[in-house]
């Protein structure tokens, strides 16, 4: 039986034989697998983004909004009605068994000053609950209290973006800034958030206790009245629950009867998100299918090529047969010349498929992800093409009679 | 012992449907360190008949014993490993691996009995230099004159130290003088070595080199006895 660096030795005499017939099968598995790794890429980097951008919102996100003001016949569109309230905000994290933390904001835009700079932005009024709900943790300093909540204290939390102008980076805890001339005491700054799914800067923020945004800066008609309720669910699987929990709470608080319509919007962003996510895992199969057939062709391509192969080696095939080949010996030497062309094809698959991937984030700025999982994925998949396609001429080979073969022409 | 035993050996092909019967019933026995001619004309059944020793053919009926060891129900892979170990091919058109050296054609049978490259080489020179080529270790067959492929061909029916080599016309190819050289190494090799030598001719000077000439027609030997080289 031959030994297997010997086969190697053989196959890979044999494939140098005829370079420019070998490179062109090649080039068959070389298209397909940098196809896959190039669709797969797209695919997974775009998926990539939206799991961002849905980590950037807060996981498990319900928000709930004001209901529109009808004047005279014209309705004036979700959030002209000052509806909600703080004491809804209460009733929903304590009555909602599906409800993890709730979140009023009471928002606008303010100048805010330090020293001889100042930059408009935007502040929100809230609760500590905020940074539960937003997952948004603190880069220094320590949060507001439902104490300052209480006592409406002038303290507030900024973003990066914040520290950025106003500050140049410098660490501001401590300071003292003027949103719209009230002083206001920074005892922490936010971790960095980044855009959000609109291309929002979310870093562009203040937080302050929803009291004193009451009280001091956005001076209201109704006492209490906030503009956005967001309500974190306690997990994925509660989302629905919590959701409709919200809804049952607030119709009762309103007083809203049986046929008469929500004076409110409950609004499921999570669920949306997980949507688009969806579409982006079927987009990636799709491309992924797609960019198969192609490695399916190319394997076609290494058969047909081991087909010719076989037959124009059939005396060679009827001599080493008389020496004592074995039809072992005689398959195992044609598997590995598929299974080389398709593995080395594999390879430059995955470089230039890695590199086309590169290349399209780089240019057409789209993003790519190339995981680590997909390239073992695509060697392998190359490598079973090429004992699938090898396997049937190297079977015909190994069956040759071997009185037939040494008499061919 | 004899080396070669053969009992009632028959060989029938059904081409279409009357069946042809290439070998009818034959029997015979060759010892160790024969030379022996088998002539014939073409279609009488010395081809098939080489095909059956040569183990790369199945008789339909009868018995075949190499070396003690019935060899005729053996399957493809146990002829296999008989033609590496106990057998030596020369054919007409020498069936060299064509872009592949002397040295390495006359490796091939010990590629596929699995010894190591290392051995194989040293091996391979011994043998090429037993045909007297050892200065042609890597030229390749289209670099070589025909009796020089056919001494390669040679080299390699010797480097298992098989006990029998079979030639099928093996000066068919070659012109008088080189005839001449290649039946020499023959018959050294049968008188040195004690190899058995079983060649098809259809020419009797060739013929003359043998010390036992078989003729067969249609099927059968008809004649059976002394070659020239008795002396």
Redesign the interface.
Known sequence: ???L??AIK?SA?ALS?NKMRSALTMLGIIIGVAAVIAMLSVGAGARRQISEQIAGMGSNLIIVLPGGATSGGARMGAGTLPTLSMSDADAILKEAGAVEEVAPILSGIAQVVWGHRNWSTNVLGTTPGILVVRDWPLESGRPFTDQDVKTSTKVCLVGKTIVDNLFEGADPVGQIIRIKNVPFTIIGTLAPKGQSAIGQDQDDTILVPVTTAQKKLFGTTFPGMVRIIMVKAKSGDDLPAAEKQTNDILRQRHHIGPKQDNDFTVRNLTQMMQTAEQAANVMTLLLGAIASVSLLVGGIGIMNIMLVSVTERT??I????????????IRTQFLIEALTLSLIGGILGILIGVGGSTALSAIAGWPTLVSALSLILAFCFSGIVGIFFGFYPAYKASLLD??DA?RYE | MPLIEIKEVSKVYSLGGAPLNALDKISLEIGRGEFVAIMGPSGSGKSTFM?ML?C??RPTSGKYILEGVDVSGLD??EL??I???KLG?V?QGF???S??SALENVE??L????V??GQRHERARQSLKTVGLENRLHHHPNQLSGGQQQRVAIA?ALI?DAPIILADEPTGNLDSKTSREIMDLFVRLNTQREITIILVTHESDIAAYSKRVIRFLDGQIVNDGPGGNNA
Request: charged share 25%.
């Open positions: 039986m031959i030994n660096p010997s053989v005499r034989v005396r060679e009827g001599i080493r047969m008389a020496v004592g080949a074995r039809s072992w010996d071997p009185i040494l | 095909n040569g790369l053919d493809r892979d296999a490993l033609r590496n170990q091919f054919f069936n060299l691996l872009r592949t091939l049978p590629v596929y009995s699995g190591p490259a390699r298992n």
